[in-house]
């Protein structure tokens, strides 16, 4: 595929739900949605975008649900079923039928789920740092490590404690679960920097940790819509990237619980050496080159 000179990103605003984002675009041609995860925001991408958008892709990485105020609900929904409503709200804002989904972390379930609630929406589905959770269980039985690394979900589930501890000397939760998910990675000061503005603005917080917060209530209706979306076989093609060395989610889980079956439209895993769980800003070129094999 040609590569062409490529301007900087440009903010524009999407609307879905009743809701307003801020995300960046960047090139011409097919739709790639990137999607980001926690404790992240739009700014995620910033190593994709110039690549893709150079290789004749229209690249747009919106903010997720909550992480901006004009994006919290009044209902304060985070199920993850409203997270793939809002993608499809997007496509249709951008007036595009189908795209090619990026997610990491957050972003890789958003992305799972948007892939079983409107296939027909998407081209293919690239995910980063989380598996498909329709095997998980099997995945904690024979990677049981997995469990102690999962520890700060329950953790969330004490409003006010850890939402006081995590926001406690300027957001250092933050970096400490950076240091721990992706063990030697020195990040950029800069996007720490913009980071931590983006969760001191009002609500934010609240919103990135209600993720986690509406996922394990599976017994709201919103809930078990969820669960179904999340243990459902994807019928798009779907490309899988671990970091070989991720403190969030094991790589191990990888080999254990994606599985052929569950793709019918066809799986492939790669797994990013010297990278943990934010592998595509830690081994940036390397993502990169992967993920342009996958797209062309």
Known sequence: MPVRKTASPREIKLHANGLTFSALEMGEGPLVLCLHGFPDHYRSYREQMPVLAAAGYRVVAPMNRGYEPSAIPEDGNYHINRMASD???WLDDLGVERAHLLGHDWGAVIGYATAAHAPRRVRSLMTMAVPHLRRMPRGLW???EQ???SWYMGFFQLPLV???KVEK???AFIERLWRDW??????PAEEMT??????????????ALGYYRAFFRPWQKDGRATFKLLTRKLEVPTLALTGASDGCMDTRLYDEIMRIDDFPAGLRVARIQGAGHFLHQEQPAEVNRVLLHWLD
């Not at 913009?194 to 919103?207: I, Y």
Request: charged residues 25%; proline residues 9%; aromatic residues 12%.
């Open 142 to 144: 024979k990677v049981p």
């Open 169 to 171: 000397n300027d957001y």
């Open 194 to 207: 913009a980071l931590k503005a983006t969760f001191r603005r009002p609500g934010v917080l609240q919103g």
């Open 182 to 187: 992706s063990p030697g990675w020195e990040w």
């Open 87 to 89: 993608v499809v709200g």
């Open 162 to 164: 850890s939402d006081v």
């Open 147 to 149: 469990v102690r690394n």
